[in-house]
């Protein structure tokens, strides 16, 4: 396969690092985190190259598009070693309890900080997460995926979303309309958006925060 040099110094420096990840943790001591979206897609891609049968574990929150999770049922189907996690808590009581995700992963990530400041991080001895390694620039993760023909979840290729996580999502919202999850999800998941709007106060939300729906 003929990469353009970006992208095989990033695939290479990629495998490397989940070649030592593995010889640290053992191959029966890691997991992949995948998430059905385009990069872990293509990390995914990358480490059953290595390691065919790697285990790799989805949490199903409820609030992943319904392509997200046809795309994570369609691989397993296909052989990979894919395990399904639901959450303890329901994304409605995490937003009793914690809040709407809005502005940014960094601005919620600095009030939790704030909140629990002066606790013990403590780390997870169960097992070894691979997450988050991905293959250099989005420019190069969409190379990959053109060049091997990998066929990424439907929420990309047939809604235009260029990103899927929780549908839910208030992130970059008030940046404008091509920010804006929930106007596209208003046009691609009517139900979806409806859902949200009626049962879990995000009209009030956004209209409070001054985002467009």
Not at 74 to 88: E, F
Not at 156 to 169: E, I, S
Request: net charge positive; glycine share 8%; hydrophobic share 30%.
């Amino acid at each position: 396969m003929e990469y353009s040099l970006g992208l095989k110094i990033n695939v290479d420096k990629t495998k490397r690092r989940l070649q030592d990840f593995i010889e640290f943790y053992g191959i029966n001591g890691v997991y992949i985190s995948y998430s059905g979206g385009k990069d872990s897609e293509v990390l995914c891609f990358l480490a059953r190259e290595l390691y065919p049968n790697i285990k790799i574990v989805f949490s199903n929150t409820g609030m992943e598009f319904p392509e997200t999770v046809s795309q994570v049922l369609k691989r397993r189907s296909q052989g990979w070693n894919i395990d399904i996690v639901i959450p303890k808590r329901t994304f409605r009581d995490v937003l009793e309890k914690q809040g709407y995700p809005v502005i940014s992963k960094t601005t919620s990530m600095a009030i939790n900080r704030y909140r629990n400041a002066g606790s013990k991080e403590i780390a997870d001895k169960r097992l070894g997460l691979i997450e988050g390694c991905k293959v250099g620039t989005n420019e190069n993760v969409w190379e990959y995926i053109e060049k091997n023909n990998i066929d990424i979840s439907e929420a990309y290729t047939k809604h235009g979303y260029k990103r899927t996580g929780c549908y839910g999502c208030l992130y970059g919202c008030y940046k404008g309309a091509d920010e804006n999850r929930m106007i596209n999800l208003k046009q691609t998941h009517p139900k979806l958006y409806k859902f949200l709007m009626d049962e879990m106060n995000y009209k009030e939300i956004c209209k409070e925060l001054k985002i467009s729906v």
